[in-house]
């Protein structure tokens, strides 16, 4: 009996030991978190000093701060602009559109919150839900049945909207991809799917984050955030090019998934935006840094979500959301890029 009574007690040691070494496990799973914004999730013994990455060699900015433009929205998400220099902003269930002036002359209210937007040259609006496609006229209003598109399902999270002539480019990074439309939404093609034979790896999205902008009428740029690069496409999906690698430094994207905001310059130059250490750069056609618009130190600590336009003056436009503004910036006189 004794015997029987000891077996049993070892069993029942073996097994506290066992579920303790599981729960163990489990808190080191739980705190280590290689994706995260808070990195791995180390003691409070551990702290990351990230200072040396929030300073900006001061050469290295070559763009001044105008006045913002005071969005009046209480969440801003994104931001376009027309040929003529007017910005519009997509937040709360509203696009406001301000004048090269920065003074107010349109609001479009919404039924649900918009995510992002594309403005053609004659007004006309698409406005990216967050599963499907809504088109306003220059005045605001949604007037026939094809003014809304189809959802893209219950995963679809519409990041942004890029156009060309005769084509609409919508990211979806709730199912990493590209949709390509023709400007009645009849789609096209995907582009960014993985696809080995054409050596496209897939667009990485571990943050609803991708962004698109075309490049003169003929490239597509797709932001591959989990991968740290952005890549060029012909229209029908072929991969062009890519640039970009992870790091702290100023010359790389920081994090987990990064750059988060791109837009082209008319030389087909790509200036890129950033979360965890927000900032905003220029880079070549080949990814080598040529500039900083702004760095970390002038954004609030945290701040996520920033978006960018390029208008007909030459001026950068980046959508704060922890200001709710636009915010300007133009290159110095001696700035040399």
């Known amino acids: 009996m ?3 009574r000891s077996i049993s007690t070892t069993g029942v040691i073996i097994a506290v030991v066992i579920v303790v070494a599981i729960a163990a496990a489990v808190v080191v799973i739980l705190r280590f978190d290689p994706f995260g914004e808070a990195g791995s999730g180390l003691g409070k ?9 929030r300073r900006t060699d001061p050469g290295m900015i070559h763009y001044k701060e105008l006045q913002p433009i005071e969005t009046g929205l209480k969440v801003a998400r994104g931001i376009a602009v027309r040929p003529d220099a007017a910005v519009y902003v997509a937040g709360d269930k509203k696009i406001v559109a301000f004048d090269r002036d920065g003074k107010g002359f349109l609001q479009v209210s919404l039924d649900d919150p918009p995510q992002c937007l594309a403005v053609e040259g004659n ?3 698409y406005v990216g839900m967050i599963d499907h496609v809504e088109i306003y006229s220059q005045k605001g209003r949604r007037a026939n049945r094809r003014a809304k598109w189809p959802s893209l399902g219950k995963e679809a999270v519409i990041t942004s909207i890029a156009l060309s002539d005769s084509d609409v480019f919508v990211a979806d990074s709730g199912n990493s991809v590209v949709l390509r439309y023709d400007k009645a939404g009849r789609l096209l093609n995907r582009i960014g799917q993985v696809d080995k034979s054409r050596g496209i790896p897939g667009l990485l999205v571990r943050k609803p ?3 698109v902008a075309v490049e003169n009428g003929k490239v597509l740029w797709v932001v591959n ?6 890549e060029a496409y012909s229209f029908d999906g072929k991969p062009k090019r890519h640039w970009g690698r992870q790091s702290q430094e100023i010359e790389g994207f920081c994090g987990c998934c990064n750059p988060t905001a791109i837009a082209v310059l008319p030389n087909g130059w790509l200036i890129t935006g950033e979360k965890g250490l927000p900032r905003v750069k220029i880079c070549d056609e080949t990814g080598c840094l040529r500039s900083v618009v702004a760095g970390t130190e ?3 600590k945290g701040t996520v979500g920033l978006d960018l336009a390029v208008d007909s003056r030459g001026r ?8 709710k503004a636009v915010r300007v910036f133009i290159r110095k006189k001696d700035g040399s890029e």
């Open 209 to 211: 984050c991708v962004d």
């Open 2 to 4: 004794s015997e029987k």
């Open 316 to 323: 950068v436009l980046v959508l704060d959301p922890s200001e």
């Open 225 to 230: 955030p989990g991968r740290w690069r952005v």
């Open 123 to 125: 007004g006309t609006i």
């Open 298 to 300: 002038v954004f609030a």
């Open 45 to 53: 013994q551990f702290v990351y000093d990230d200072k040396q990455y």
